[in-house]
């Protein structure tokens, strides 16, 4: 027995000691997931603080045969299409607000990128923006192939779909996303264009 | 612009040979559509993991604690209402029997006598038909019926034993025997 399903043991016999350790190996992969389905820091807080609570007053009905990340993962996973299923119309509009109606302070397209910013920070930053614009549940499973490295099948068994209705959810978010990117190329095509010198 | 097998491999993620790698590119080329396929299956492999702020397990803890608070406290609040409720309840369905023990005490006697002696006496009715039953009834069923009505008790018995048996063994989902 390894020692993450001593901990879960523990756990499920009440021990918050247990619990506790298994928060902290946890936190990132969870809080990411959060992250990367709402887009806001606050909101990944709150949901990933959620998920684990779910996740302590549920561990009676963790299945020991299945690894303990997929477990967690799932909850968070639900937890965050809920969510947004909840927020639909307010969420990610550029006058967004959160519960309580603060806005959020998004980043200004038009202001000029500073230098030291890399190509590579651009393009995660590009993928996250583009990752608002898919269906939620087709976003929980592009994050979970590409942020996790799940297969089909642990999708299937996380997001309770088949792995055929995963294979397909996956393609059709890769397509939206392509065509994304190849919108915003042409964009920022028609924005150079007409700066730039005729010499070049 | 035939996008096939190329958008297949971008869109699996499959690992190319020299040779498909040299097609992908020459395609790649060309092709507006597999470019941008291409471009976003290495900016979402490229993709970094963000953690949370620091003291995410203290927060937690907090949270979890006030979470049982609540979770205490509404289970007190469940028992009381549960507690009171079945009072209050018991005292509506007793009401009338105890009004009638304090307003007639030796009224209330006679019947309890009375229903005690009628349960005594149906007894013992029952037992002496039992009794006539258990002399006459060897005479009419044969011996082949016996054997059939006691094969039949037998087996109702073990199917009964065995139900009970697996049952007991059954472990809730998730935990381990």
């Not at chain 1, 992969?29 to 909101?43: A, H, I, K, T």
């Not at chain 1, 990752?131 to 996380?158: F, G, H, P, Q, V």
């Not at chain 2, 097998?5 to 040299?22: A, G, H, I, Y």
């Amino acid at each position: 027995m390894n020692e993450e399903m001593a901990w879960v043991i523990q756990a499920q016999q009440g021990s918050d000691e247990a619990f506790t350790h298994l928060v902290e190996t946890y936190q990132t992969p969870v809080f990411n997931l959060c992250y990367r389905m709402l887009g806001e820091p606050d909101l990944a807080e709150d949901a990933a603080q959620e998920t684990f609570l779910r996740a302590f007053q549920h561990l009676h009905r963790y299945d020991q045969k299945r690894p303990f990340a997929t477990w967690l993962l799932s909850i968070a996973a639900h937890y965050c299409i809920d969510r947004l299923r909840r927020r639909k119309f307010s969420m990610f509009s550029m006058d967004a607000e959160d519960d309580e109606g603060n806005t959020f302070e998004l980043p200004d397209p038009d202001s000029p990128d500073p230098e030291a910013e890399s190509v590579k920070g651009q393009t995660r930053g590009r993928i996250q923006g583009m990752l608002k614009d898919l269906d939620n549940t087709d976003r929980a499973a592009i994050i979970m192939r590409y942020w996790y490295d799940y297969s089909e099948a642990e999708i299937a068994e996380s997001l309770r779909l088949t792995v055929s209705a995963v294979k397909s959810r996956l393609h059709r978010a890769r397509k939206e996303l392509a065509g994304l990117w190849q919108e915003e190329e042409t964009r920022a095509e028609t924005e150079r264009r007409p700066y730039e010198s005729p010499a070049f | 612009m035939n996008h096939q097998p190329f958008e297949d491999w971008l869109l699996n993620d499959k690992n190319l040979t020299s040779t498909e790698k040299r097609e992908l590119d020459l395609h790649l080329r060309t092709c507006v559509h597999c470019t941008a396929l291409s471009a976003t299956g290495l900016a979402l492999r490229s993709a970094n993991v963000i953690a949370p702020a620091a003291g995410f397990t203290v927060r937690f803890q907090e949270r979890l604690a006030i979470q049982k608070v609540a979770e205490r406290r509404r289970k007190l609040w469940g028992m009381m209402v549960l507690l009171i409720g079945g009072a209050g309840l018991l005292g509506w369905f007793a009401a009338p029997y105890i009004y009638t023990f304090i307003s007639s005490p030796v009224e209330w006697f006679t019947a309890a006598i009375g229903y005690f002696l009628f349960i005594i006496t149906s007894l013992q009715a029952l037992t002496q038909v039992v009794s006539v039953l258990a002399r006459i009834l060897p005479d009419f069923i044969p011996p082949y019926m016996w054997m059939v009505f006691i094969s039949a008790l037998a087996g109702f018995g073990l199917l009964w034993t065995i139900s009970i048996w697996r049952f007991s063994r059954r472990t809730p989902q998730g935990v381990s025997a």
